[in-house]
């Protein structure tokens, strides 16, 4: 077995191991301030970024993967998607007021809002990738759902929080 091919069936054995605990997050309940969230996020991060450099090894691994192996890294991408939406869901939708008093907050508010938006595009790509089951495609669009009205909330609070002072 290849050198690489070995490299990336032990990432593919951390991105199980990455998701698991995301998913352990999620049943801790909602975060309850944003310094955990941020911590949370990062972790969705790191996750996505183990799935790109999964991605960008499958050439290179070729025939040694097995064949459903892109399949099965698209739908780990889709599970850590809709595990960290329903994650931002719960956070979004009952915020601390650091979330939504906070000088910092519109800053924030307007990440969290690119990032879903982003998300959002590339979804409907990746549904049709993945090759999912009908069960499976019912659970990933209520999280389509969920991050429209995770925009939705998003932009009700950058309305109300405080705006960042652009001049002096």
Not at 42 to 49: E, F, H, K, S, T
């Amino acid at each position: 077995m290849a050198k690489v091919t070995i490299v990336v069936l032990r990432m593919a054995r951390k991105l199980t191991e990455d998701i698991a605990t995301l998913a352990r997050l999620r049943a801790g309940g909602r975060p309850k301030t944003f310094p955990r969230f941020r911590e949370i996020r990062n972790a969705y991060l790191d996750i996505q970024g183990l799935i790109f450099s999964i991605q960008e090894r499958l050439g290179e691994a070729g025939k040694e993967l097995p064949d459903n192996f892109p399949q099965w890294v698209l739908r780990q991408k889709l599970t850590a998607i809709a595990i960290f939406t329903d994650i931002s869901y719960s956070f979004v939708s009952d915020p601390p007021l650091a979330l939504t008093s906070s000088l910092g907050a519109f800053d924030v508010l307007e990440a969290e809002q690119k990032a879903f938006n982003e998300t959002l595009h590339t979804f409907d790509t990746m549904l049709m990738e993945a090759g999912i089951d009908d069960k499976t495609a019912d659970e990933l669009d209520a999280t389509r759902t969920k991050i429209e009205e995770i925009l939705g909330m998003i932009e009700t609070l950058l309305i109300h929080s405080p705006k960042i002072l652009k001049e002096f």
